[in-house]
């Protein structure tokens, strides 16, 4: 018998008929034969996904939800490496196709088949995942931050609504909220300082429909979130956090009563820099449908391949964090006690203001950080002499990043920091040596 037969012979019961063929040509025939029967049987077959896709079963992409759900004893690394796929592949299928065949699926019309701009199995899978590591209801992926923020607050907000907005936000948000939401959408907002819980309250006095804040943002300011939460739904306002700077292996706002959380997982969560993606993350099934409706009008759905990418990235979430937190630490340390160095702004220092409060909620401070320098301290010789650090324009990121700027608070300049994960001596060596010359 050939190996070749005998292989097939083990793949189906009906090829015994190997046994009697003598021939090149007749094998060829079988062959043939075999594999368009195979196929036939292939896609006969199919399998339901949480959100009701149904597709081939090749790699059999089975949501979480089926056979596996986070136990309050099961650790967040774990839920991190088997949460959202449990297929025969080792990795999560990349589904490029533009369209799938649905069941019942929003958006999509009476026969059931429609493109994904509400999503593919790839992204689906990344979706469950992420639904289960921050204990929500439901996730929906975005192809980056900013979409995740522009369909999160054009699906919920309406002309004539009022949103309160922390002071410092990203750079995005904060035209959305200053410049787009304003005079495009009859939306009024008012920035406000919601370190300071007076300021909150004075700002709830007037009906709001939504609060809307980062816990740790460029600021480097930490917001208490519960009493945040507290406050805003007392007032009847919904609150959408963006969690990015922490990720949620250091905090799940959900569980202080946010009902909206949001990520630009293409900085901590992917952690490669070599994916943009975001997602929006919930509990309430209506929040989840304008939120949803929005998607598919806007179009920003998350591209298959970074969604395997942002996949494979979470799998390592908890290690990578444990490494910014810990190099984070050692960092700001130096950066405190340089002679050149007039401030560090670093939740881990017991001289940040909000250090007590940070405490309480996380599981550790993270690797953002920002600095002064003291006067006569040139910028740009301080970033023309780092050798390892980047000067670039992102966070999260396995290389330790800067994003400086000469409006420094002392007359010098200011630098915010993303510790990488190279080694924190190495990291601390470039520094010193950069503004050692500067």
């Known amino acids: 018998m050939y190996p070749l ?4 012979i083990q793949l189906d019961p009906l090829l015994p008929l190997f046994t009697l063929v003598k021939t090149p040509a007749y094998s060829s025939i079988l062959i043939t034969l075999f594999l368009h029967r195979s196929v036939r049987q ?35 690394t774990t ?27 929003e958006g ?22 992420v639904r289960i590591l921050e204990g929500a209801e439901w996730a929906q992926a975005t192809s980056c931050g900013m979409s995740a923020v522009s ?13 309160v907005c922390h002071e410092t936000v990203y750079a995005g948000t904060h035209m959305l909220f200053q410049d787009v939401l304003p005079m495009k959408w009859g939306v009024d907002v008012e920035m406000v300082n919601l370190c ?28 208490d979130l519960a009493r945040a939460t507290d406050m805003a739904h007392e007032a009847g306002a919904l609150v959408v956090v963006d969690n990015t700077f922490l990720s949620p292996y250091l905090l799940r706002p959900l569980h202080y009563g946010a009902d909206v959380v949001l990520h630009a997982m293409t900085k901590y969560m992917a952690g490669h820099g070599d994916a943009l993606s975001g997602i929006v993350v919930g509990r309430d099934e209506e929040i989840r449908k304008q939120i949803h409706y ?5 179009g920003g759905v998350l591209a298959p391949m970074n969604a395997f990418l942002v996949h494979r990235g979470l799998k390592t979430l908890a290690f990578r964090m444990e490494r910014h937190c810990a190099s984070g630490q050692k960092v700001a340390e130096f950066l405190e006690q340089h002679e050149k160095v007039e401030r560090v702004d670093y939740l881990g220092l017991q001289s940040h203001p909000h250090h007590e409060v940070a405490t309480r909620y996380l599981r550790g401070y993270g690797g953002m950080m920002r600095f ?39 007359g010098g300049f200011e630098a915010r920091v993303s510790v990488g994960l190279e080694d924190p001596d190495d990291i601390i060596a470039d520094l010193n040596q950069a503004l050692e010359n500067a």
């Open 151 to 163: 369909q999160t607050l054009f699906g919920l907000l309406r002309s004539g609504d009022r949103v």
């Open 372 to 410: 002064f320098s003291g006067s006569g301290v040139s910028l740009d010789t301080f970033i023309g002499r780092l050798k390892m650090c980047k000067p670039w324009y992102s966070l999260g990121d396995v290389e330790t990043l800067i994003l400086p700027s000469d409006e420094g608070a002392y």
């Open 5 to 8: 037969r005998e292989v097939l």
């Open 294 to 298: 929005m998607r598919i009008l806007m």
């Open 108 to 129: 999509t019309n009476s026969y059931g088949r429609g493109l994904d701009k509400a999503g593919g199995p790839t992204s689906g899978a990344l979706e469950e995942q």
């Open 79 to 105: 839920d991190a490496i088997h949460g959202g796929y449990h297929g025969t592949s080792s990795a999560v299928p990349i589904y490029q196709g533009n369209t799938n065949y649905r069941e019942g699926y």
């Open 42 to 76: 292939h896609n006969n077959h199919s399998i339901r996904f949480r959100g009701h896709l149904a597709m081939p079963n090749d790699h059999e992409l089975r949501f979480a939800a089926d056979d596996y759900q986070s136990a309050e004893n099961r650790d967040f």
């Open 196 to 223: 300071d819980p007076d300021a909150l309250k004075k700002a709830m006095e007037k009906p709001a429909r939504m609060v809307y804040f980062e816990p740790y943002a460029h600021s480097m300011e930490f917001i």
